[in-house]
């Protein structure tokens, strides 16, 4: 029996060499070493067990075995409730525990089946998926980082709730009727990441959607998937100030906006400090004059798309194996404890923060607008126990940031979910995720209480 431990750990090193050096090719080696060190000392401990006494072995062997048949017990459990972080199985699994149908397929396996039936769909692409780069774009004008997407598509976005959210994406790339950049007056501009951007719901359920639909005002959406203070300044600069709007949205995520969620990524600011780019637009005059040079976005983002889609196709039957054993990796366990997470014991905020939140609330002022500060609480504010809503993420600290700046606050987690009989059914199948439609409306429905003019 000792021997299926030595073989299991070894099986573990084997494993963790794959997925790093042959899946990942060396990108994500800070995230596994510490696979590497706990497959080494499994080897080494049960080497030294070999050696003991056959009632030490056997003890070792009955602890050891009943531990994991412990772990695998709580994983099945956790895989049902969805408390941790939820993967594709694990949303499948609560979807059938539901009744509630579930597409799963992947999205590159959706795009290519679209394509297939003729349509020329693209996957969403963000700016967050190009801070890795080390050349971003480059062609005659010089240097290009794209804030928006391809224009012009059917944009397969993301998976939730079992439907993947499809939008047509407009003439710069966002998730907007392509109509609202004709419209007279634009009276709201969003700013933001995924959960502005509409994760994972139909056009029309997202925030800015819901906002349209309540007050018949022009909405424009500017959120992008990762989306951090810096990118967010500048998708504002870049497509906001030539619109005017009276009202505009700063759409403040706590789950990573300046705190980390995983222990191998740093906070949205944090990675976007890392591009000279994006901190130059804290430069009043810094712009790169992005809403005219939609055609070179296209071309440069097709580009990226078709690289990145041709590393996925290599490697997708090796993940769409590993996709239906997750509860073997014990994913939902290692979510739950934070192995894969980190806890920020720093409770400074970047003075950065302040800054960025100061130009963006002046140039508004400039131009005839109003800047509002909407904080967006995460799921796990809710599914654990939290003993002070002030001081989880910061939050009090955060808020007290934008209204030492004058700049008006709508506070989600006090206006909506704190409010609500059953705030985790604003959550997809009651998990961890983004909001859903009800969600989203809810939200739209506290901003235009504390925004509408």
Known sequence: MVWLFVAASGLLLIYTY???????????????????VISLIGIA????????????????????????????????????????????TQRQTVAAAQNVAFDSRAKLQVILDMRAEGVDAFPSVHPDALLRRANLRTDESGLLFPL?????????????????????????????????????QIQWVLTGDSFTQGACVMPGEDIAGRIRSLTGAAVINLGSSGNGPLAELAVLKEYAESIRPKTVLWM??????????????????????????????MEPEFSQCLILRQKEIDHSLSVFI?????????????????????????????????????RDHNDGIDPLFTEILSEARD???????????VYLPEFHRYANSVDDHDQYKNRRKVIDIAKGLNIPVIDIHQEVFAKHPNLLSLFPLGIYGHYDAEGYGEVAKAIIAGAGN
Not at 321 to 336: A, D, E, F, N, P
Not at 364 to 370: I, W
């Open 148 to 184: 928006g997407g391809v224009s012009g598509k059917t944009t397969i976005f993301c998976n939730e709730g079992g439907e993947y959210a499809v939008y047509t994406s407009e003439r710069y790339g966002f998730n907007n009727p392509d109509s609202e950049w004709e419209q007279k």
């Open 306 to 342: 078709a690289e990145e889609e041709a590393k996925a196709l290599a490697r997708q039957e090796t993940e769409v194996i590993l996709s239906k054993t997750g509860w073997l990796r014990l994913t939902s366990v290692r979510q739950l404890i934070g192995f894969d997470r980190f």
């Open 45 to 88: 401990f049960w080497s030294v067990v070999l050696r003991l006494s056959d009632e030490i072995r056997i003890n070792t062997v009955l602890i050891t075995t009943s531990l994991v048949a412990s772990i695998y017990l709580m994983e099945i459990t956790l895989l049902f409730t969805g408390i941790a972080d939820a993967d594709d």
């Open 18 to 36: 794959y997925r790093a050096e042959i899946t990942y090719q060396g990108e994500q080696d800070d995230q596994y070493f510490k696979y590497y």
């Open 252 to 281: 403040y995520f706590e789950g990573n906006d300046l705190k980390s969620k995983h222990q191998k990524e740093e906070s949205d600011l944090q990675k976007e400090q890392s591009v000279p780019i994006l901190v130059n637009y």
């Open 363 to 373: 140039r508004t002022a400039t131009r005839g607008g109003q800047l509002h500060f």
